[in-house]
């Protein structure tokens, strides 16, 4: 009996002694956290070991694409575990890399931001939520993942590397248009085709100037028919779109003729897409060709849209 009673109370001593030396660990249930500037539902949902439709469902949000900035979000099921570090002889782990963010200037596209910091369009898209890679504006703040050129500096290529053959930045001079069958007048108008996605100074019937441009995307398509030049700015602020979807907010968009309501012809600094629908419904023309056009077309200008 002495012998038995001697084990139990070693068993008990050497349980104390492991509990005491094991690792101190911690769970945390679900819990919520603050929206950081930068942030999206995917970038959330990716750290906190989590979905994107389960914090949609969770929060009842509205816009997959959109959070902001000081929002308050309840994460389902995550779990955060500390655990004591323990003495090793292993090299130290490299600290991951610093978020890198970038703020869009005049001219900039997506695919050229990918490539200065060596990822993907859709990397970038994905951190972001973009839904159009065709268009990012002036100004807007984007997270880039994995940036392997850290300040946006892409390196040399090696020594023995071949040269790249020269990618296309803007489609070549596009030919005149055909002389017009039943102009509005015997004067000056301007035509654009939404199909072939082109701009053309006419004198009566006779085509003066055809250049390539971006009218509306489907779900916000230039509108049709026959107007006129109303007013022209040098330089005028645009904005709309909506918030964390397709908002824009662009400054000094140069040598602007609008023809109805909001609907202008003007100059572009935020892509070079053009002979694609890019737009809001506005036509966007290369700038140094939207100057050609203001120039040369006065207020009252017939203007016809058509497919």
């Keep these: 009996m002495k012998r038995v009673l001697v084990l139990f109370v070693c068993s008990v001593l050497a ?13 945390a249930g679900p819990h919520w956290i603050i929206v950081s500037a930068g942030e999206t539902l995917y970038s959330i949902a990716a750290r906190h070991g989590t979905t994107v439709d389960a914090l949609i469902r969770a929060n009842n949000l509205p816009n997959p694409n959109f959070v902001f900035s000081g929002q308050r979000l309840f994460i389902p099921g995550a779990e955060t575990v500390s655990v004591a570090p323990a003495a090793s002889n292993a090299p130290t782990v490299p600290q991951t890399a610093p978020t890198v963010y ?14 200065r910091y060596g990822v993907t369009p859709a990397a970038i898209a994905q951190a972001n939520g973009l839904t159009n890679w065709n268009f990012v504006w002036y100004g807007q703040r984007l997270q880039i993942p994995g940036a392997t050129n850290v300040n946006g500096v892409a390196p040399p290529p090696a020594a023995n590397s071949q040269p790249s053959a020269p990618q296309p930045n803007t489609p070549p001079p596009n030919p005149l248009a055909a002389p017009a069958v039943n102009p509005p007048t015997t004067g000056k108008w301007i035509d654009v085709n939404v199909t072939q996605q082109t701009i053309t100074a006419y004198e009566g019937t006779l085509p003066l100037k055809t250049v390539l441009v971006s009218t509306g995307l489907p779900r916000t398509p230039t509108v049709l028919g026959t107007f006129k030049i109303l007013r022209k700015y040098p330089a005028v602020h645009m904005t709309g779109g909506t918030p964390g979807y397709d908002y824009y907010d662009l400054p000094n968009v140069p040598y602007t003729m609008f023809f109805y309501q909001g609907y202008a012809i003007h100059g572009t600094y935020w892509h070079s897409n053009f002979g694609h629908p890019m737009s809001h419904g506005c036509v966007n023309a290369p700038t140094e060709e939207a100057k050609w056009f203001y120039e040369w077309a006065p207020v009252g200008t017939p203007v016809v849209s058509h497919r």
């Design 15 to 27: 349980a104390a002694f492991i509990i005491s030396f094991a690792p101190a660990a911690s769970a």
């Design 102 to 115: 970038y703020t869009v200037r005049p001219g900039d596209t997506l695919a050229a931001i990918a490539l």
